[in-house]
């Protein structure tokens, strides 16, 4: 029963989900199993959510490290559900919009979630330059290929590009570093991108094949019989 | 029912002002059919355009098709622009009669078809159209198994050194050595995503290694099903090292499931605790840079892989090893080393011939085509591109 | 009010900044409300979305919502340690569904359509002369295809990068090591642009240091 | 933003501030290259205060570095610039709100050009966002810039219509079919602009701006290749690769990203002054870009001088 009805399961769904696509009366299969599984994730995230207040509580009670902050959390959270749940804040009722303009629900997203979720995306301009500046080093013939293509494309994103190869004559234009940057996004950079994307889908069939027949049980109890 | 108008064509300089009816040939032959291969719920209408639909100067404005369902009324379901000859009906019972007719507008007149047969949407058991790609997955699965089963029976087979997978276990033992925590990041998608299934199989394999040593791990996740899944991962692994007592449920965390919110408590993690190593494996997005950097200003040694083609730069930018795509999948199988997983590999090389193989062909056959162009060539050509397009 | 927002915002906004100095008091408090919020704020849209949306508002339009339920149901049956194994029977229909779904997926997109994008005519008739429109693009094409097809020799498993097929593998990674750098550098730019859109919030939203 | 009305004294110190900040720039980075033949390597955090002035810095005080148009670029400004006075051309709005930010720019730029040269502009989107995207040419350029041009005569705008590539499957033979009447209702043979139109065959331009679907690939399939007529494009940069093989043959030329628009806006500059006090949003959007990467490209040598100067040492032991 442990482990034996796992792998039944997993077997028998995974074979139906590939077969469907073949047979057209099932093909609704798969949209589906997409709303089972949003129907799962709810569920679970009553273990989630719940996970998420037991470290904190935790944290609060131990006086672990930092355990002030945790107050800070426990409060969001439930003060987010509270807006959300029950449609505190909200102009309207319980069956009002859940974003209806104003409402604290709304207004939390617009004022904290958005400059929030965009200054940590934005950090990516720093950390962008200082990968660079660490990695593109020539310290052998691969990085030294990663750092010219990386370079000449910087290159043709700015003016100088320009200046630089400007004298190259026309009947060689490709050669100047804004076409050169073009040529690479359009040729190597597109064979290379299709040999991964070939190879991600044999890695995906192989894998898929190795959890529906069974070889593949880590996540059910390691190699134990 | 209908009654078709019967115009005579004029010339179309013949022009006049809009106040006198513009007389419009209708649209002819309407033919209704069965959508091939689908589930019995569309049908397909051709027609012949009105001959007043002229590219020039044509008088026709618009298409507008009418449908009678059972017999019943005739109403109108879409409108169609000047030149159509063809309409796919959808969403239709395969239990109802569906009969059609066209009707051409012209400024101030309108020609009706004669109506088509009345016909109901067939289901089909068998969709023909994916015939090929049903051949070409059944031999690639086929060899992969074939290579699984060949390895059982203990035929030895050669897989070459993979070296972001090499270096899991000296990462392990360095955490070890120094005494700080192992962070797995799963990606930041839920179990519906492959990526996170590689990631999760990956971790058996890893949380393994770790329950012998007796590391710290620490894993914290953005979705609740990953937290459950590798709860029950990393106890199974501590419980084949004969160490149940070891687990522990603090080990995976559930910390939200916003991006940017997960990332910023993850990077909160990686500079308050310092791992020694660090796993980023599984589907990432923006953050694989801003993860992947942070975890190296702490000095951790970070094996990383995706099988998502833009962040693969950033990872080989910042990480120590980077699995590459395929290598991600492969990775569980190799870490194990059992000859049946490392048999499903040798089943994949042969998918990579077949691609190599066709990919050779058509652009060899392609090129003499362009250049010479014989029937055969073309004949051929035109087959390996069919086997190789999927319509649906 | 208004006013407030405007604050709150630029102090968040700050706050995730100052990390880049080093982790601090003030990134510390952001993140605490980050998380804390953002949690609530997904629970509450999958609740409606798919709870609520699901059972109340199309309710009994799909009689085997009740199955996924049900799944739901004995996955929190983790919380029950005795009986707590039964969770990892919604957790194989997910593994054996998400196996299942994407191995097609994955084949018809990611082989069967690259595949058939490569190919193509090496060259044809159809290019003009000149260096850039018919030299090019002919030279264009022919990396693409040894490109795709070395870069695939790169990924084989059985066999050693040793001898020829050595050399063709490192070609292979060489094209790959390209691929990488370009789409790193053409990135630069839209990175930049979201932080150019933060200072620009900072400088005259909140400011109003711009004219 | 900067223009003719900005006080002399805030001029001046946006001038200041300028050289202050590049100067700082310039010379935080030449002490760091001698630093890096020392072999001493620099911390994050400096690479991050770079960052930080050389995007903050020229959104403070903006800064403008000149463009040299590229090939490519240079193709549409010199077939605009080289039609005769009254030509017809056809700016196609296929883009939406989200888009803006990046090709607005460059249908402002157009719009000014061929409204300076004294062509005849034909308006239309495939998009139906598009028609929002218009009126705020017609607020920022047309009305402000170029108040003595006649809607109906000047220019034109027919608006949208549904049915994408169905769209110029007709008008590639019959603009009249399509679009019986303009935007405001006048019918189309009282147009002065249609005069002697009667198809897209009839143009002597038509530039889509976009990139999206349906957008610049449909053009060049349904009306550019079939009716030889030129066809110029400007689009988002994520897409501009793609587009490239259809240059120079399809594509007379092709605009990509704020790039782009930024060299077109440039062009535009040198060759009239009346544009000299014009806002040039693309121009001032790459000042931080440009100031970034070249930042970045720095950072870049310096590590590998570091490496360098590193392995030599190494070398010499």
């Known amino acids: 029963m442990k482990r034996g009805v796992p792998l039944i399961i997993t077997f028998v769904v995974g074979t139906v989900l590939i077969f469907s696509v073949f047979i057209p009366p099932m093909e609704n299969l798969g949209e589906n199993f997409t709303l089972f599984f949003d129907i799962i994730a709810v569920f679970a995230f009553f273990l989630g959510g719940g996970n998420l207040l037991r470290v904190h509580l935790t944290k609060l009670t131990r006086r672990k490290r930092d355990w002030e902050y945790s107050i800070v959390t426990i409060v969001g959270f439930f003060f987010m559900l509270a807006c959300g749940l029950f449609k505190i804040g909200n102009p309207g009722d319980i069956s009002a919009s859940l974003t209806a303009e104003g409402s604290w629900f709304q207004t939390i997203y617009d004022n904290v979630f958005v400059p929030l979720g965009s200054t940590m995306y934005a950090l990516l301009a720093f950390f962008v330059a200082s990968a660079s500046y660490r990695a593109f080093r020539a310290k052998n013939r691969e990085a030294t290929i990663l750092l010219i293509a990386a370079f000449i494309i910087l290159l043709g994103r700015t003016p100088l590009g320009t200046f630089v190869t400007g004298w190259i004559p026309d009947s060689f234009s490709v050669l100047q570093i804004p076409n050169l940057a073009i040529w690479i996004m359009n040729s190597p950079n597109l064979a290379g991108q299709r040999a991964i994307m070939i190879g991600i889908g044999l890695g995906v069939v192989s894998m898929s094949l190795r959890l529906i027949l069974g070889i593949e049980r880590t996540y059910l109890g390691g190699e134990d019989k | 029912m209908v009654v078709p108008a019967r115009a005579v064509p004029e010339p179309a300089d013949s022009l006049k002002a809009d106040s006198v009816e513009i007389i419009i040939a209708p649209p002819t032959s309407p033919v209704v059919s069965d959508f091939k291969y689908d589930d019995g719920n569309s049908l397909i209408l051709t027609w012949v355009p009105s001959i007043d639909d002229l590219p020039v100067g044509g008088k026709v404005l618009s298409y507008h098709i009418f449908r009678s369902d059972n017999g019943g009324e005739a ?187 997960y990332v910023a408590a993850v990077d909160g993690i990686m500079v308050r605790e310092k791992p020694a190593t660090i796993f980023l494996l599984g589907a990432f997005f923006a953050e694989s840079l801003i993860l992947a950097e942070t975890g190296n200003s702490v000095g951790a040694i970070q094996i990383a892989g995706t099988a998502r083609p833009a962040q693969l730069p950033f990872f080989i930018a910042a990480c120590d090893f980077t699995l590459i795509g395929e290598e991600l999948f492969a990775a569980s199988a190799y870490l194990s080393g059992e000859p049946k997983q490392l048999g499903s590999l040798k089943g994949q090389d042969v998918g990579k011939g077949i691609a190599m193989l066709a990919i050779l062909l058509g652009v060899l056959l392609s090129t003499i085509a362009a250049v010479g162009d014989t029937e055969t060539i073309t004949d051929i050509l035109n087959f390996i591109t069919r086997v190789f397009t999927v319509t649906n | 009010m208004e006013h407030f927002a405007l604050w709150l915002a630029a102090f968040l906004t700050l706050g995730i900044i100052s990390f880049l100095y080093k982790d601090n008091a003030w990134y510390k408090l952001t993140e605490a409300i980050f998380v804390g919020l953002s949690a609530g704020y997904w629970f509450v849209t999958l609740f409606w979305d798919n709870f609520y949306g699901k059972f109340w508002i199309g309710k009994g339009e799909h009689a085997y919502l009740y199955v996924g339920a049900f799944l739901g149901l004995l996955m929190l049956l983790r919380l029950i340690p005795k009986i707590g194994w039964i969770s990892r029977w919604p957790l194989s229909f997910i593994v054996g569904a998400t196996s299942g779904l994407w191995l097609i997926n994955y084949f018809s997109s990611n082989i069967m359509k690259q595949v058939q994008a490569t190919i193509f005519p090496l060259f044809s008739s159809q290019y003009g002369a000149g260096f850039d429109a018919g030299a090019a693009t002919v030279i264009g094409n022919l990396v693409i295809f040894l490109g795709t097809f070395t870069g695939l020799v790169y990924f084989f498993f059985s066999k050693e990068h040793k001898g020829a097929f050595g050399y063709t593998a490192k070609v292979g990674i060489w094209v790959i090591m390209i691929t990488f750098g370009a789409s790193f550098g053409y990135t630069v730019m839209s990175r930049m642009s979201l932080f150019i859109g933060r200072i620009d919030f900072l400088l005259s939203d909140w400011l109003g240091m711009i004219l | 933003m900067m223009n003719a009305f900005t006080p002399p004294l805030a001029l001046a110190l946006v001038d200041i501030g300028r050289i202050i900040s590049l100067t700082l720039i310039a010379a935080g980075l030449l002490w760091l290259f001698i630093r890096a033949i020392k072999l001493k390597e620099v911390e994050r955090r400096v690479i991050f205060l770079f960052i930080f002035i050389s995007v ?238 070249i930042v970045i490209m720095a950072f870049i040598i310096i590590g590998n001088v570091l490496f360098i100067q590193g392995r030599r040492k190494e070398g010499k032991r």
């Open chain 4, 56 to 293: 903050a810095a020229p959104i403070l005080f903006p800064t403008v570095f000149k463009e040299k148009a590229t090939p490519v670029v240079k193709a549409v400004f010199d077939k605009i610039e080289s039609l005769p006075p009254g030509s017809k051309v056809l700016l196609s709005y296929d883009f939406d709100p989200a888009m803006a930010p990046e090709v607005q720019p460059m249908a402002d730029a157009f719009s000014r050009h061929c409204l300076v040269k004294g062509h005849k502009i034909i308006y239309m989107c495939l998009f139906a966002t598009g028609q929002g995207q218009f009126t705020r040419t017609m607020e920022n350029v047309i009305r402000p810039e170029f108040p003595e041009k006649i809607d109906g005569v000047d220019y034109v705008n027919i608006g949208y219509k549904a049915g994408n590539e169905g769209v110029l499957n007709v008008i590639i033979s019959d603009f009249k079919k399509m679009f019986p009447t303009d935007v405001n209702a006048v019918p189309y043979d009282s147009i002065e602009v249609f005069k002697g139109i009667r198809s897209c065959k009839d143009l002597d331009l038509i530039i889509s701006i976009g990139g999206g679907r349906p957008g610049i690939k449909e053009w060049v399939l349904f009306v550019g290749d079939p009716g030889d007529v030129p066809i110029a494009t400007g689009v988002a940069a994520v897409v501009a690769p793609q587009l490239y093989p259809y240059y120079p043959k399809q594509l007379l030329g092709l605009l990509g990203g704020v790039k782009g628009a930024a060299e077109y806006e440039s062009e535009l500059v040198a060759h009239y002054s009346r544009f000299k006090d014009s806002p040039t949003p693309a121009l001032l959007m790459m000042g931080p870009q440009t100031l970034a990467h």
């Open chain 2, 75 to 261: 109403k109108k379901i879409a409108e169609l622009i000047p030149g159509a000859n063809y309409y796919k009906d959808e969403d239709l019972y395969s239990d109802t009669n569906y009969a059609y007719h066209v009707v051409a507008l012209s400024s101030n007149s309108r020609a009706a078809s004669f109506q088509t047969a009345s016909i109901r949407p067939q289901r089909e058991w068998v969709n023909l159209n994916l015939k090929y790609l049903f051949f070409i997955a059944l031999i690639i699965a086929a060899s992969v198994i074939y290579f699984i089963e060949t390895a059982k029976r203990g035929k030895k087979l050669f897989v070459r050194k993979i070296a972001g997978l090499e270096a899991v276990d000296e990462a392990i033992g360095r955490a070890t050595e120094m005494g700080r925590t192992i962070l797995f990041i799963p990606g930041i998608h839920d179990m519906d995503d492959v990526q996170t299934l590689a990631a999760i199989t990956i971790l058996g394999r890893v949380s393994r290694v770790v329950a012998d040593y007796d590391t710290k791990i620490r894993m914290p996740v953005a979705r609740s099903l990953v937290m459950t899944a590798a709860r029950e991962t990393i106890k199974a692994s501590y419980m084949s090292a004969g160490r149940p007592d070891a687990y522990n449920d603090d080990m995976v965390n559930y910390v939200t499931d916003e991006q940017f919110g």
